[in-house]
């Protein structure tokens, strides 16, 4: 409850200082408390291609995770995976602080980075912040609350959002000062938001 009267917590550590890793994306929400960070966890372990979800997740979010996991297992080709890569494999995904009720669809796209990031083994870069709902194929949709996650993001140091293009229009909203230190890039399907979430190769 104490989130609920003091506002929304301070990070005492940047997430753009935290090292990029591989099964975990950056999403923002809006709760009763006002905009959060949400790092989303993936894990893959032996198994039968079951998804098991924790942390709290309301029906709507459940259905978002399971959406992106279709999506992902639909795009096997385009991300130079197995045909049944996920076949031998569990998978689980976490939303940690489990204490706090999490529902919506907008963490969509984060969920769908994460499992990519995990089954490719390739580190997201952790000062992106991404929101957005998805469709199974991929379409990123218009979701609300864009001003409290982005100043939930400004807090906690990202460098960078992904919106939805449809919510460009919502930025007239951000005070100047935010606009001037997050850099905003507005996308319309997931393929945009693998190329920026991805770590560029040092090669």
């Given at each position: 409850?104490?989130?609920?009267?003091?506002?929304?917590?301070?990070?005492?550590?940047?997430?753009?200082?935290?090292?990029?890793?591989?099964?975990?994306?950056?999403?923002?929400?809006?709760?009763?408390?006002?905009?959060?960070?949400?790092?989303?966890?993936?894990?893959?372990?032996?198994?039968?291609?079951?998804?098991?979800?924790?942390?709290?997740?309301?029906?709507?979010?459940?259905?978002?995770?399971?959406?992106?996991?279709?999506?992902?297992?639909?795009?096997?080709?385009?991300?130079?995976?197995?045909?049944?890569?996920?076949?031998?494999?569990?998978?689980?995904?976490?939303?940690?602080?489990?204490?706090?009720?999490?529902?919506?669809?907008?963490?969509?796209?984060?969920?769908?980075?994460?499992?990519?990031?995990?089954?490719?083994?390739?580190?997201?870069?952790?000062?992106?912040?991404?929101?957005?709902?998805?469709?199974?194929?991929?379409?990123?949709?218009?979701?609300?609350?864009?001003?409290?996650?982005?100043?939930?993001?400004?807090?906690?140091?990202l460098k960078t959002v992904v919106l939805p293009k449809e919510n460009k229009?919502?930025?007239?909203?951000?005070?100047?000062?935010?606009?001037?230190?997050?850099?905003?890039?507005?996308?319309?399907?997931?393929?945009?938001?693998?190329?920026?979430?991805?770590?560029?190769?040092?090669?």
């Open positions: 409850q104490a989130v609920k009267y003091l506002g929304p917590r301070k990070y005492s550590e940047t997430l753009a200082e935290k090292k990029d890793e591989i099964g975990i994306s950056t999403g923002l929400a809006y709760t009763q408390s006002g905009g959060e960070i949400l790092l989303i966890e993936v894990v893959l372990m032996p198994g039968k291609g079951n998804l098991l979800l924790t942390g709290m997740l309301g029906k709507i979010m459940q259905e978002s995770a399971k959406a992106a996991f279709s999506y992902v297992r639909s795009r096997w080709q385009h991300l130079k995976l197995p045909k049944d890569f996920y076949k031998n494999l569990d998978v689980h995904v976490h939303v940690p602080e489990g204490a706090i009720p999490k529902d919506g669809p907008s963490a969509g796209v984060a969920l769908a980075m994460a499992l990519i990031s995990a089954f490719t083994k390739k580190p997201t870069r952790r000062e992106v912040g991404m929101t957005g709902e998805i469709t199974l194929r991929g379409r990123v949709l218009e979701i609300g609350g864009i001003k409290e996650k982005i100043l939930a993001a400004h807090r906690a140091g229009k919502d930025l007239e909203e951000i005070p100047q000062k935010v606009k001037k230190d997050i850099k905003f890039v507005f996308v319309s399907h997931m393929d945009e938001v693998i190329k920026i979430a991805f770590k560029k190769s040092s090669r």
